[in-house]
C-alpha cells in the first residue's frame, strides 16, 4: 500500500486477545507473532489475554477493552471456526455496534490464495464499538501473520493511502 510522504505514523493502543482451549500464554506461537507484528509496527501493546473459548468471558473481556480508553484497537485470535465451542464471532456480534464487513470479505479472498476453499470454514470478522476497533481472526500463525501483514498493518498505519481507519479515529463518536 502506498504511503502519503506529508503524513506523520500514529501509534495506536492494541490489546490481543487469544482464544483457545488448549494453549497456554507459554505455547500462544499465533499471539506472539501478533505481539511482535504489532510493536515491531510502531505500535503500543495495551494488554494481551488468553481466555478459554467462553462466550460470556469473551465478550465480558472485549467490553472491558471498548470501554477503557487506553485501547484503541483489539485483536483477537482464535475461535472463529464451525466447531461447538467455537464462540467468538457469537460474542463479537454482542459487542459490536457497527460491523466492518470487508474485513472479513478481504481475509477470505487472500486466504482463498493460499488454502482453497477451506477458507469458507473462517468466520474472520471486524467492527467498530464506540470508538475502538474489533478484528477476529482464526488462530493459525499463519492466518495471523495474512490477517497482519496483508490487511491491519496497512489500515492501522495513518500513511496508508487513500485511507485508513486512524484517520477516521477523531470522528468515530460524531453523532
Known amino acids: 500500500m502506498p504511503h502519503a510522504a506529508e503524513r506523520t505514523f500514529v501509534p495506536v493502543r492494541i490489546a490481543l486477545l487469544t482464544v483457545s482451549d488448549t494453549r497456554s500464554l507459554a505455547e500462544d506461537r499465533s499471539g506472539d507473532l501478533l505481539q511482535q507484528r504489532v510493536t515491531d509496527a510502531g505500535h503500543h501493546l495495551a494488554a494481551r489475554v488468553l481466555l478459554r473459548d467462553d462466550r460470556a468471558e ?3 473481556q472485549l467490553r472491558a477493552w471498548v470501554a477503557d480508553h487506553a485501547v484503541d484497537v483489539v485483536i483477537c485470535t482464535g475461535g472463529t471456526g464451525l466447531t461447538g465451542r467455537d464462540s467468538t464471532p457469537e460474542a463479537f456480534a454482542a459487542v ?7 474485513f472479513g470479505e478481504l481475509f477470505r479472498w487472500l486466504s482463498f490464495a493460499k488454502i482453497g476453499t477451506s477458507t469458507i470454514q473462517s468466520r474472520a470478522l471486524g467492527g467498530l464499538a464506540s470508538a475502538t476497533f474489533l478484528f477476529a ?10 490477517g497482519w501483514d496483508e490487511i ?9 493511502r487513500p485511507c485508513n481507519l486512524i484517520e ?8
Open 58 to 60: 469473551i465478550e465480558a
Open 96 to 102: 459490536i455496534e457497527k460491523e466492518i464487513p470487508g
Open 137 to 146: 481472526l482464526p488462530g493459525s500463525t499463519s492466518a495471523c501473520r495474512d
Open 152 to 160: 491491519l498493518v496497512h489500515q492501522l498505519d495513518a500513511r496508508t
Open 168 to 175: 477516521l479515529m477523531p470522528r468515530l463518536l460524531e453523532r
